[in-house]
Structure formats: C-alpha cells, structure tokens
C-alpha cells in the first residue's frame, strides 16, 4: 500500500476521552472512531489489525478441529424463553421487536441458537463429537462502556460450542479449547494466563478465563509467579490425544492463578511468598463446561449405543477478538505509539523515502516494494512529501514492527537503513539483503488466507 493513497486518519492531539493508552493510540493511529458509547467504526488499519487475528483463531481453531459457521446477530426471544434466559439476562440484553410485535434481541452470546441448530439435525452418538464456532459480532449494553474497543457494548467474539456424548468427552473438548488458546494467544505475541474464574450468566461450576497482565487490566488477579514462566512454544499436539490435551491443561494450571472471584486467601497462602502476585489482568478469553444445562431445557439429545435417548454434554468457549487489540497494544507499546508484533502487524514493513521526488530514492523504493510484495508481504510505502521527521512520527505511531528507510546518501554507498520498532536497532545494508531479512523474519509467522 501506499500512504498517499490509503485511509490513515492520524490524530496529531491526545484525545481526552481516552483513559487508557491503547485506546488513546488506536484513536491517534486512525484504526477506530466512535460512533456512540462502546459502538465503533473500524477504518482501516484497525480493520486489518481485527483480520490478521480473526484469522489467527480460525487457523488455531481449525487446527484443533474446529467447524466453523455463522448464525445471525439478530435472534428471536422464544428461544431464549425455552432456556429460561430471556428474564434474566437483564438490561445488558438489547431487545427489540420486528414489525409484527415479535420480540428479537441482539445476541450477546449463542448458547440457544447453536443448541437449536443441533437439535433439529444431529440424532445420533456416532455424529459426536461435534464443535462448532464462529466469530461474530455480539451486543451486551454494558453499564459502563469504556476503554474504545476493550469493553466496548458492540463486539467481535470467536464463540464455539462442543457437542459431546459423555463428561469425559467434555470434558477432553474443554482441554483441547484451553490448549489450542494458548497457542492462538502466543501467536499474537501474548502471555495469556489460564486461571480458575467465575461463570456469570453463562452458567456452569468449571470455568477459566485466560488473563492478559496489565496494569489497566479491569481484573484483580491473584497468582503464582512461577505460571509466567510457562509458554506454549514450538510444541506439537494431537488435538485427539486426550491424554497430551490433559498433560498440558495440567502443567498450565497446577500453580495457583486465579482471578477475585475465585480468590481463596488461604489456599493462596501456601504459595511461598516471594511467589505470589497480586496484579491487574485484561480477560482475552474464557472456557466453560456447563453439561447438561442447555441441552436439558432445549431437548438436544441424542440416541446412544443401547438406543437410550441422552441429553448431550455441552461447553462453551469465548475469545474477545476486538478486545484482543487493546489487550496487544496494552502489552506492546513505547511512548511514541504501538509496536505490533510480528503476528498481527496490519503491515510487515514500512519503507520512508527521505527525499520524495529524487529520482534514485523513489526507483529504489519503488523496487523494494515490488520485491517485498512479490515475496508475499504487505508493505507500508510511505510516498507522501513530507519531512522525514512527520514520516518516522506516524511509523512508530502504527507500529510497524520494521522499517526501510531509503534515502541518496545511502544509496550513494549502495546501502538502505533497516531498522526494528521494537530495540530501535538500526542496520545498513544492500536492499537486496534488507528484503532478504524481512522476509525471513516473516517465515514463522505467514498467516494463510481462509
Ligand atoms: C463463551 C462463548 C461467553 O460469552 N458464550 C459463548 C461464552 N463468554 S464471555 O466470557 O462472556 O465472553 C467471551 C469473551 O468475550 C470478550 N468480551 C468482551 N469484549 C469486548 N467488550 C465486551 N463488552 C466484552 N464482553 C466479553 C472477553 O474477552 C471474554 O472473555
């Protein structure tokens, strides 16, 4: 892309009403406006920022296997009357009616819908195990909308559903979900811990939010330190071994984490003392088995070896996929703007041209954009006449994780400058070789297309 030619709206002024870093800098980047309290366009950047993770979970969630769908955003209240939600879920469920006086709702999450979908089709044990997912856009009018796209009332949510024949079944699929979030997490460049939570309206007594570490985190955890030296690394796991998918849910979770409604001072107490950490965590995501709950109430059974009609086992699994935005911006950022990392950066590399018009500068720039490209890579040309200062300025304000900076006198020495956001290292070489590097820095971290 080039610069002159795209939709970057950056703000040059801190926007007040940002409390909080990542909003302030995805407002000043240009990646969101607000359209009402917690309602957000996504202009571009942020859009492809929202992409590159959307995709990352449906590589993660396929990978387990995982089937993904969608069902709409607007739902009917008769089905949520079945399962005996549609009271209770209260004034964070908007509610509307069609034409005819039908009442509708906003969904806010899709237990009902997706146990309905399954009830008219699946009749038998030899159809499970089954989960199913999407990523979809929720609605919950949250009391108080704030912090942009972290508690927004209009958000992006990967939900899934297992469908299975038995608890240990189940309970196999709440493993394989809390292993394959850690892989999707790290992905991003994230340190989500797993710890024992609350399961609200969702229902449920087994249950385990994945907490990113922040200070502006809305969740007071409490942990042991020793659970921020565990990382999912390079591993290699059978999604259908049950005993791997356990071994890991086990190393992950045998250390005390947990978040304050599930706080037990006591058994906290035996953590030894120059361990245990009370700190703020942002919630990128949360398992549940609930078992029979919904499948009760909105008769999805299924008939088993010996012809025996069984209600099915059933979880539900949620990533906040906006959120996870500010959750990474939170974790990666400088005083000068964000630094993506290399997982989701909505470009790979960003190239200034120091003397737009110089005929040597712009042909050099010109190449290293075809080969970047060609190499299968997303460029951020910045081509507009500006000062070099303005040029650098809005690089580290989006983030870019890496730089070409092309200017005559270096190519005078045949050489352009590459440069990292992260340690601000600055390197000189061939342009040939500096493409050599960004590409081979991308290698691991190529998310495929759907
Ligand atoms: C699991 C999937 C559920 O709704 N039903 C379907 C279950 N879980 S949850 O914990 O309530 O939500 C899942 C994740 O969505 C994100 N989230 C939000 N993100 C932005 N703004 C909000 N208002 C908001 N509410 C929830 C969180 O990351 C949460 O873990």
Known sequence: MRLSRYFLPVLKETPSEAQIVSHRYMLRAGMIKQQSAGIYSWLPLGFKVLRKIENIVHEEQMRAGHIPMQMPTIQSADLWRESNRYDGYGEEMLRMQDRHGRDMLFSPTAEEMVTDIFRAHVNSYKDLPLTLYQIQWKFRDEIRPRFGVMRGREFYMKDGYNFDLTKEDALHAYNRHLVSYLRTYERMGLQAIPMRADSGPIGGDYTHEFLVLAETGE?????????????????????????????????????????????????????????????????????????????????????????????????????????????????????KGIIWPEGVTPFHCGIVNLKQGDEEADAACEALYDQLTNAGLEPLYDDRNERAGGKFATMDLIGLPWRITVGPRGLKNGVVELTCRRTGENEELTPEAAVAKVVEIFKPHHVRGL
């Open 219 to 335: 969740s007071e955890v409490f942990y042991d330190s020793e659970v921020t030296d565990l990382t999912f690394g390079d591993r290699d796991i059978d999604y259908d071994n049950v005993a791997q998918c356990q071994g890991v849910m086990d190393e992950f979770t045998a250390r005390y984490a947990r978040t304050d409604e599930t706080h037990d001072a006591e058994a906290f107490d035996e953590v030894p003392e120059d361990r245990r950490r009370i700190a703020r965590g942002i919630e990128v995501g949360q398992i549940f088995y609930f078992g029979t709950t919904y499948s009760d109430k909105l008769g999805a059974t299924v008939v088993d070896k010996d012809q025996k009609q069984v209600s099915v086992h059933m979880g539900s699994h949620g990533i906040g996929v906006s959120r996870l935005l500010g959750a990474i911006i939170e974790a990666s950022h400088d005083d």
